[in-house]
């Protein structure tokens, strides 16, 4: 059916939030949905939970015979999705009961991407660097105060990232499926694939759909990055909102301090090179 949806759910040793994450979905208003569940190779007692809700056929269980990480999950939950949307729900966080159907009611006024506002909670720590977050995006970038389609949103991502989590996201499966799912830094897959999406029409729903469980065991925060890393992410980001070739060259002639540290930029026609200075290659796009 044309309006079904695909939830894509990683799993990836949470059983101690996995039974709250799929109860949220099976409790949804809109129920033209499937749920895929794709096991990493948890080593907990994840699995036991999962096949529980078997019985419901609307939910599939895929199991990863060794650990894929995020991306490699992901688009593989992707191959299997029969919906025309899919959205995501990580395995330690929540939808509220109209989630779906608020996005699919968006998703029928001519989105290409959905995302929502989210409610945190656990980690008080956490919760407050993120609301001061919202108050940067809110002040610089873009205010969001109210339901609307987001115009340009190429020139807010490669700012910052103004969608907090997967769980928030559903996006047609025409668009993820022409999406690269190698980021440099392995726990912003979903910023990169917002990279790679920001040309289409971005719809922003200011209703808390979500709930975001925020917790020093999450996979944001297992992933650790030298500023290197970091650094070529950054750029990485920047080059998917560039369509101009010759805008994309001016970046790196104001960057041309970069020259003096300890590796060498060039860009022969479109295509980025870093090198060390003994030339190197340490990364090419």
Excluded at 187 to 213: G, M, P, V
Excluded at 257 to 277: D, E, H, P, Q, T
Aim: aromatic fraction near 14%.
């Amino acid at each position: 059916m044309d309006d079904k949806i695909s939830i894509i759910m990683p799993s990836y040793n949470y059983a101690k939030y996995i039974r709250e994450a799929i109860r949220s979905v099976i409790n949804q208003t809109y129920t033209n949905w499937e749920l895929i569940i794709i096991d990493d190779a948890s080593t907990d007692h994840s699995l036991d939970i999962i096949e529980e809700y078997l019985h419901d056929t609307r939910i599939k269980l895929i199991i990863n015979d060794k650990n894929l990480g995020l991306a490699g999950t992901m688009k593989k939950g992707i191959e299997f999705a029969e919906g025309k949307w899919i959205a995501f729900l990580e395995s330690d966080d929540m939808f509220y009961p109209s989630s779906l159907e608020k996005k699919i009611e968006a998703a029928k006024n001519g989105a290409d991407v959905i995302f929502t506002a989210v409610e945190c909670f656990q980690d008080k720590y956490k919760i407050e660097k993120y609301k001061k977050h919202v108050e940067s995006i809110n002040q610089y970038i873009v205010k969001l105060n109210k339901s609307k389609f987001i115009p340009n949103f190429k020139n807010i991502v490669y700012k910052t990232n103004i969608i907090p989590t997967f769980s928030v996201l559903m996006v047609r499966k025409e668009l993820l499926q022409e999406c690269k799912f190698n980021p440099l830094c392995k726990s912003a897959l979903d910023y990169y694939l917002q990279a790679q999406l920001c040309f289409n029409k971005f719809y922003y729903i200011h209703e808390e759909l979500t709930r975001w469980r925020l917790h020093s065991d999450s996979y944001l925060n297992r992933d650790k990055n030298s500023w290197l890393i970091k650094f070529l992410f950054s750029i990485s980001i920047y080059k998917e909102t560039i369509k101009d070739k010759n805008a994309f060259a001016q970046f790196f002639i104001l960057a041309n301090w970069i020259r003096r540290k300890i590796i060498y930029v060039s860009l022969n026609n479109g295509r980025l090179k870093i090198s060390l200075f003994n030339n190197q290659l340490i990364f090419a796009i």
